[in-house]
């Protein structure tokens, strides 16, 4: 095989200079864009995080004083899910991927994808401004009473910020919709489209539905605040649990906007990394728009200690349920795609190994929260830390950098360093059950979370989960090194390193501007594994 | 039209001066009717109105009337999702006098 040039014309050389970029129209140009921008804060709330895990170290408050500490963990989750996890996948790898994936040029609206960048970093300082002015201390999720009339920190700012960002959210996902509606390539039906893209479709209908709710609830927060409206104040006839009902209605989807686009990633990389077909492709499409939907009608799972009604919460409970069938089908599909695969161990499919097991354990105790009985006793725990940060740092998170490593050098048109990256997924794997499993035993003896002291017996578990932390860190400090030492130095990928199926490895690596010269016309079907297209793809 | 898109619509100037005299007359006929006491149905009356209001808003002003199957779809999946958030968010505040009632928790 000759040995891949890397191309003098692609969507990197074409235009330099800081202008070119910031008024770039290019859909990949925008995504790298976001995946600086994501990057920046995904280590600024990896920042707080440290703080958290040194302060819980001890059992004494001995690092922090109990109002630093309440604003450390609120701008570490409030970083991580605005700022990170709701635009990480879809806005950087969607952006990039979706175009070549249906054979077209850009999204519809290019000028939108380049505004709804502009509209998240707006969103961004707004909440940077928060933390330069002393920080905001009511928790990611600005329950009331406390956030509308008792909170005397930043709770305007730090709200509108992720009030802005929002609509970054809402413009990404209409112009997603837009595109897999109408520029498809001739040939290309639904049924022969890429699994990722489905998962993003499904994304963008809740991105679409949902976050317009919660940018109303943020508002009424800030009517609230600023013209006592009362509308959550019980003394003038309001409600604060109103406020959950609100908030949850939005956030437990958001759940879903963050985890679908990764379980779009594992499709495609498992089916790369097996050689075959995903087994039931229908099913795990459709289960992508079953998890949007059911994901819509469960809210009231995170308030079932909040004052809510006992019938209320007995159909909320058996509603929760139902989002374990479609997440099941997933991982029942993706675990018979790989049985009798041919299967291998590169990077991307090291985290799609990891995935499996801490979405899996994440999903599951799922399950004791949507239970009433057991969520009475482990509402407010650590258990609760714990599962989430399995679903959204085990289940998301991995996808993601699964994805990163996957398409990188689709992205960038060289390769990293494979020794350097199998450590760093085995780190982020290992470091990350150090960190997160003692949380559920924890949580499960009644540690309370957001408290910065604890009695004396939680200390060797919580110091397991800060050593943990370390190593996690590590593991997601390599990449870094590796990924930009890769720009310079890492050898020409060639158009499709990995013998991989699908149209937009079909392209050059990078791409041009244009994607493809002319509009791909002869459409293979999805997954398309037959040892003959094996044997060509990597020929190309 | 069953794919919509490409055809654009142009309803004629009179139709859009109708509509805003229907939604003028509605809004008087809201603050006459928060004058009467109605009870209970003070409310429902308002949001009655207001819905009229938003439906013909959304079918001339926003053209949905004249728009493609696809679209209508949208505008309906939109409604369903917000039926969902009010009728389970009323599932907790209606039968919250009922009887034995005890907040979760306590």
Do not use: C
Not at chain 2, 77 to 100: H, P
């Amino acid at each position: 095989m000759e040995t891949p040039v890397y191309p003098a014309h692609n969507y990197l050389t074409n235009g330099h200079g800081l202008k070119s970029w910031l008024l770039t129209k290019d859909h990949k140009r925008i995504a790298i864009l976001y995946l600086i921008s994501i990057s920046a804060f995904f280590f600024l709330g990896g920042l707080f995080a440290v703080g958290i895990r040194l302060e819980l170290t001890t059992p004494q408050g001995d690092l922090f004083q109990p109002d630093t500490y309440n604003k450390f963990f609120t701008l570490h989750g409030v970083i991580m899910v605005f700022f990170f996890l709701i635009p990480s996948v879809p806005a950087v790898l969607g952006n990039f991927l979706i175009p070549p994936m249906i054979g077209a040029k850009d999204l519809a609206f290019p000028r939108i994808n380049l505004l709804s960048w502009y509209i998240y970093v707006v969103g961004g300082i707004f909440t940077l401004f928060a933390i330069v002015a002393g920080g905001v201390d009511t928790g990611w999720t600005f329950y009331t009473p406390y956030s509308a009339a008792s909170s005397s920190t930043n709770v305007v700012p730090t709200a509108l910020g992720v009030f802005i960002s929002g609509f970054s959210s809402i413009l990404t996902g209409l112009n997603f919709i837009v595109t897999i509606h109408r520029m498809r390539a001739p040939g290309l039906h639904w049924f022969k489209l890429p699994l990722f893209v489905w998962a993003h479709y499904a994304t963008s209908l809740i991105q679409v539905l949902g976050t317009p709710v919660v940018a109303i609830t943020i508002v009424m927060v800030f009517a609230e605040r600023a013209f006592g409206f009362g509308i959550f104040d019980p003394q003038r006839g309001g409600d604060p649990v109103l406020f959950q009902h609100l908030f949850w209605f939005y956030s437990h989807p958001a759940v879903y906007i963050m985890i679908l686009p990764a379980l779009g990633v594992i499709s495609e990389i498992v089916s790369t990394f097996s050689r075959k077909r995903i087994f039931g492709y229908s099913f795990v499409a459709f289960s992508s728009l079953a998890i949007a939907v059911f994901g819509f009608i469960v809210w009231a799972h995170h308030m079932f200690v909040a004052g809510i009604t006992v019938y209320a919460a007995m159909v909320f409970s058996f509603l929760s349920f139902s989002v374990a069938i479609p997440s099941a089908v997933k991982v029942f599909n993706w675990s018979a795609t790989l049985h009798r695969g041919s299967l291998s161990f590169e990077a991307p499919m090291l985290y799609v190994y990891g995935f499996f097991g801490l979405f899996l354990i994440g999903g599951l105790t799922g399950l004791f929260l949507a239970t009433l009985g057991t969520d009475i006793h482990l509402h407010d725990t650590y258990f609760v830390v714990a599962h989430f940060h399995y679903i959204m740092v085990g289940g998301a998170i991995m996808g993601y950098l699964g994805g990163v490593h996957f398409w990188w050098p689709k992205m960038i048109g060289r390769m990293y360093s494979e020794f350097w990256s199998r450590i760093s997924a085995i780190l982020v794997f290992v470091g990350f059950n150090l960190t997160f499993f003692p949380q559920f035993v924890l949580g499960y003896m009644g540690m309370p979370r957001r408290y910065h002291m604890y009695p004396d017996e939680f200390q060797v578990l919580n110091v397991l989960s800060s050593g943990g932390a370390a190593v996690l860190g590590l593991g997601y400090l390599l990449p870094v090194i590796y990924l930009l030492y890769s720009l310079k130095y890492g050898e020409v990928a060639g158009n499709n390193p990995w013998g991989a199926s699908g149209l937009e490895w079909r392209t050059q690596s990078p791409p041009l501007t244009e994607n493809f010269l002319e509009v791909p016309t002869d459409i293979p079907e999805a997954y398309e594994y037959t040892p003959k297209v094996v044997r060509e793809a990597k020929l190309v | 039209m069953s794919s919509g898109h490409s055809g654009v619509h142009v309803s004629p100037l009179s139709t859009y001066l109708s509509i805003f005299a229907a939604l003028m007359v509605l809004s008087a006929i809201t603050v006459g009717a928060a004058f009467v006491n109605l009870g209970a149905f003070n409310p429902i009356v308002a949001l009655a109105i207001a819905g009229v209001k938003a439906t013909l808003v959304i079918l001339f002003f926003m053209h949905v009337k004249y728009s493609s199957r696809l679209t209508k779809l949208t505008v309906v999946l939109s409604l369903f999702f917000v039926a969902i958030l009010f009728a389970e968010t009323l599932m907790d505040y209606a039968t919250r006098g009922w009887l034995n009632y005890t907040p979760m928790g306590q």
